[in-house]
């Protein structure tokens, strides 16, 4: 069964930095694009990140750009968001997602994590 599992979210100051973990045990990690989606109270489910199979590519969401990386260890099944200079605006639930061949910036992803919450305080 596979399983997405996410770590590392917690509640920190403006202008901070925080990594997010996603573990994907049971899954064929090396066939799958990853990705990085959010979601603040009250609003629709948004693309943040996402990485190629290879990792050779990655997009990013605008507001993200510079701020925000999202690698992955393919030997580990694991992909990761190193997030800095974080602000208020990015306080959400953030999930990570897998899809089977290529990337998307739309929620269609094959398997969703649940989540893990981040709370930027000014």
């Not at 045990?25 to 990705?35: H, S």
């Not at 990761?80 to 910036?105: F, H, I, N």
Request: aromatic share 12%.
């Amino acid at each position: 069964q596979v399983q997405l599992v996410e770590s590392g979210g917690g509640l920190l100051q403006a202008g901070g930095p925080l990594r997010l973990s996603c573990a994907a045990p049971g899954l064929t990690f090396i066939n799958y694009a990853m990705a990085w989606f959010r979601q603040a109270l009250g609003q629709e489910r948004e693309f943040v990140a996402s990485i190629t199979r290879s990792g050779g590519s990655k997009f990013y969401l605008d507001s993200v750009k510079g701020r925000f990386t999202i690698p992955r260890d393919n030997a580990k099944n694991t992909l990761y968001q190193q997030m800095t200079s974080l602000k208020p605006e990015d306080t959400a639930v953030y999930y990570c997602a897998a899809r089977l061949g290529l990337t998307q910036t739309t929620t269609q992803y094959d398997y969703w994590g649940q989540g893990t919450q981040v709370t930027v305080s000014s």
